[in-house]
């Protein structure tokens, strides 16, 4: 890595870590709820905002069943993160859904667990971000005049920091993520003060608005339906909840232990904001509508295309603390930036399912390698990059993007826990301990529950979300399946394709002869030292080879070669068209024809060069040669280096640069332990 890269690498990423500080970058329970959980948590800041958006379809009457789909969502919850609790006690390995699926279901099922999941970490960070810069652009115009760009940019910063590696990570974003949740928690708790206790009367901006519904009167199965797609709509307050059970191994001992307590404490805080603030839109007769411009009415006048809709925590907030207040503010502030943090669950998960998928060769073997900061970098760029082009195509739009949302992560969360059923059954078949037998039933029990729970959910999702663009995250995850079944299939053939015999092969037998082909264009330091090499083998037989495409400079070369009194022979073979490749290929194909059993070594001279232009000038027959050699079986190819002047100014370079350390790259320890610098006597 030259000085270039390597100063900002380290500014932006931080010095690079040894393997044996792995352990230092585990989390406690304190970094890992923001790290793990900030998704979920955040989630309330636009989960009730979306069943009211759908309930408004048909009109303010309709909402008077938020409070039963809030608690259908609180019930899936619990029921949710109850299931994962068995399933962190029984596959703390860190691969999940995953590995759940893939154990007990069979390499299909979790395949399809991987690529649900795979997709719904990219709509994560992609939805999260989007719904953040919308909130943001509330308070700042220009965010939202340049969203896509705000976006992309926020992306960057999120991988940057995520680069820097886990814990650092995490402690930046535990701050935000605390704030936020005890802002939600005192306005929740300022709010019933205020409206039980002192009687006062809160209104939220919107109370006065009127909604003009899109189907009046709706009944029977039309109600039904809208029900079911606002109760889908709030089960985006799940999304990130697998994310625990993905990252048991950045836990700290006893990791199972720590995630579950982390799980629980997860579960209650979010279903506690959840309902919190569905009470409190309620209460301060919050409005939402799909279309606001013309569906939204003040004063029996539509508000038009100038109006900017905002969240329902935000209006909830301006009710309570009332607006511009030091606590509006700081809580709005707080949205925000949770919403950008909450990618960060993904930026978690996606690598470490990524290594884990990479590892049981479903992708690149590069996604299974940790960077200089002891994270899986390549997975956290891959993860980024996959984002940014979701944001592009949906234009940051969170509306939009979150109809693609919660349909990979239902498909895991119900092959998920239809594997534990299995595992415990697998399990009781063996076991006679009774206290044992009792814990396998009742973690059956729940597992099943949550089987059943999450199945139903999901067919009511993919009813509810199809049309809306649920089909576009199965089209992602049919496409991850695709690839990386094909990526498997690849490697499998090409492991069984190289795999050592047990007895004696065609690679393992000495060929019946070697025969050397040295290639000449001049006579030159570069050429003699390759003939010298060439000699030094002891091949069979040993010729020199040229190409016949300047008759003059051909004649020259005979001439000079017999000068000298070379004893290698040379041959030079005849080239109408004035090429250089073809010739010595189908020389060499002839030469195997002629002896199969016959290996055919090409040596090549090649200049060393110090500059990247010089390679422009230089080496390029060589390497178009050797391109085509590659593919030509029984022969091998030998680069003779000859190092120009220019190579010693190149290496006198790289020695500067193992000597140099980058800024941080190198702790020197505390001063007094340092060695003295030698200090120049005066004159």
Known sequence: MSKLTDVPKRILIGRALR?????????????????????????????????????????????HFSPWIAVAVVVLMFTVVASYRQNVHAYPSGGGDYEVANT????????????ALLVDYVLTVAVSIASGIENLGSAVPFVVEHKVLCAIAVIVLL??????????????????????VTGVFLMIAWGAFRGIVLGDTMKAPTADYEIKPEHQGLAGFALVFLLLRAFSSGCAALTGVEAISNGVPAFRK????????????????????????????????VRMAENPAHDLFENGVAVGSDYVQNPVISQVAEAVFGDGSFLFIVLAAATALVLFLAANTAYNGFPLLGSILAQDRYLPR??????????????????????????????????????????????????????????????????????????????????????????????????????????????????????MSAIRKHYDRVAEEIAAPEGPSDDSLRPSRVHSVVLISKIHRP????????????????????????????????????????????????????EITRPVIEYVKGLRRESPRDVVS???????????????????????????????????????????????????????????NAPGSVRRGPAEHRPKEPSTPKR
């Open 366 to 483: 590069q996604l299974h390698t940790r960077g200089d900061r002891l994270a899986f970098s390549n997975g956290i760029v891959l993860l980024a990059g996959a984002a940014i082009l979701l944001v592009w195509i949906y234009g940051a739009d969170s509306t939009r993007l979150i109809q693609l949302y919660i349909v990979g992560v239902f498909v895991s969360f119900t092959l998920s826990q239809t594997g534990m059923v299995r595992h415990w059954n697998r399990h009781l078949a063996t076991e006679k301990d009774p206290a044992k037998r009792r814990h396998m039933v009742r973690s059956r029990a729940i597992n099943a529950f949550g089987a059943f729970f999450t199945g139903l959910v999901l067919v009511v999702v993919l009813g509810t979300k199809f049309t809306h663009g649920a089909w576009v995250a199965l089209l992602g995850m049919v496409i991850f399946y695709a690839t």
């Open 159 to 180: 991988t940057l920091m995520n680069l820097r590696g886990v814990k650092e990570s995490g402690k930046l974003f535990a701050i935000p993520t605390y704030v936020f």
């Open 527 to 578: 050429a003699l030292r390759a003939l010298a090499y060439a000699k030094l083998m002891r091949s069979d037989t040993l010729e020199a080879l040229s190409v016949n495409v300047d008759p003059v400079e051909t004649k020259a070369l005979r001439d000079e070669w017999e000068r000298r009194g070379f004893t290698v022979p040379l041959k030079v073979l005849d080239s109408p068209y004035r």
């Open 602 to 660: 090409v040596i090549i001279p090649e200049y060393v060069v110090g500059h990247w232009y010089e390679h422009l000038l230089h080496n390029q027959s060589a390497l178009r040669l050797k391109g085509r050699l590659l593919f030509t079986p029984g022969v091998m190819v030998t680069s003779v280096p000859y190092q120009l002047e220019s190579s010693e100014v190149a290496k006198k370079r790289a020695r500067r640069r193992s000597e140099w």
């Open 19 to 63: 393997s044996d500080r792995l352990g230092e970058t585990l989390l406690p329970k304190r970094i890992a709820l923001p790290v793990f959980a900030s998704d979920p948590l955040s989630s309330v800041a636009y989960a009730p905002g979306e069943v009211l958006l759908v309930l408004s379809i048909a009109g303010v009457s309709a909402y």
């Open 254 to 285: 006893p990791k199972s232990k720590n995630a579950a307590t982390t799980l629980a404490m997860m579960g209650l805080l979010a279903v506690t904001m959840f309902c919190g603030i569905i009470a409190l839109a309620m209460e301060t007769k």
């Open 104 to 115: 007990n279901l069979g390499p299909k099922a979790g395949l399809t667990v991987a690529s």
